[in-house]
């Protein structure tokens, strides 16, 4: 099977699994409901998810299963990025090629829609507890959900963004906001996968160092693409950091050196994936998946 092939089935497993923790809209609140599944149903490579299920079969691929967290993280995620399109954020209109959320549905009903997923995805996280024979791995994965995605992980480098925002700011402060804001949900993913596998703490800690570079590196291949990339790769209008004032690691680096630091940083997480590889936790996919990232053009 080619990597092209795998990912691919990957993605289609990864969304299946996603999808299938989603509530039907109807009720009262069907508006909310549909905001909700619209936003989740909009594409995307689904990279959290699948993440956290390479690093479950890296490290045995037997314990509990990762499926209801990687439906959480996933809902996480998107609700970040239904938050961040809204006019108060970047005001953007188009996510992954659709039409964002606030403009489909208003931007009340996307902040709800926002909220709503935030809280289901810890609903649907807790809900590994009632299947697996190892409740103290539920409780640690679930303790990393929590802190990676709040105050001290996503939210925190979220709101450090917003406060600076069409500010210049320094650089220590933008890798602060780089490692909370992006990073902190593919550690979460990586770790988790880990953790539900029955890992040791040395491999936890690896896991969360790989996803650390290549969170970081991720984040300034976002930068990359926004100023050389195009509507049609990336799925929303090119030029929204300059149109918002924002600094990112293009200001500083430039597009060579942004390339140079994205390419360092992968090759810091495949070393320390092969180190785990010397200790007889082997993924060949996981190593190609990390190396493609450095790469990618969406």
């Known amino acids: 099977m080619t990597f092209e092939s795998e990912m691919e089935k990957r993605t289609q497993d990864a969304q299946k699994t996603v999808l299938s923790c989603l509530p039907e809209p109807s009720g009262f609140q069907k508006t909310l409901l549909s905001a909700m599944d619209y936003s989740m149903r909009s594409g995307g490579k689904r990279l959290r998810p699948i993440l956290m299920r390479l690093s479950f079969e890296m490290f045995g691929g037997t314990g509990t299963d990762p499926s209801w967290f990687m439906a959480a993280i996933e809902m996480i995620h998107t609700h970040s990025l239904i938050h961040d399109d809204l006019p108060a954020m970047d005001n953007d209109e188009y996510r992954r090629g659709r039409k964002t959320t606030h403009i489909v549905y208003g931007e009340a009903m996307a902040i709800l829609a926002g909220d709503g997923l935030l809280n289901l995805a810890y609903e649907t996280a807790a809900r590994s507890f009632d299947s697996s024979a190892h409740p103290e791995r539920c409780a640690k994965a679930l303790q990393i959900l929590a802190a990676k995605t709040g105050v001290t992980g996503m939210i925190g480098g979220q709101s450090t963004d917003v406060e600076l925002e069409g500010t210049v700011i320094p650089e220590d402060t933008l890798d602060f906001i780089y490692r909370l804001k992006t990073a902190a ?3 979460a ?5 880990a953790v539900l596998a029955g890992a ?9 160092m790989i996803g650390r570079n290549i969170g970081l590196a991720f984040q300034i291949r976002d930068d990359i693409l926004d100023v050389a990339g195009t509507q049609e790769e990336i799925g929303k209008p090119v030029g929204s950091d300059a149109k918002n004032n924002k600094t990112t690691f ?6 060579e ?14 070393a320390l994936l092969d180190a785990c590889a ?21």
């Open 257 to 270: 050196g942004a390339d140079r630091e994205a390419k360092r940083l992968t090759g810091e997480a495949v």
């Open 189 to 193: 993913s990586l770790m988790i996968g």
């Open 185 to 187: 949900l593919i550690e």
């Open 278 to 298: 010397g200790r007889g936790y082997h993924s060949e996919f996981l190593r190609s998946l990390l190396l493609s990232l450095a790469e990618r053009r969406s």
């Open 250 to 255: 293009v200001t500083y680096a430039g597009l």
């Open 200 to 208: 040791d703490e040395k491999s936890v800690s690896d896991m969360e």
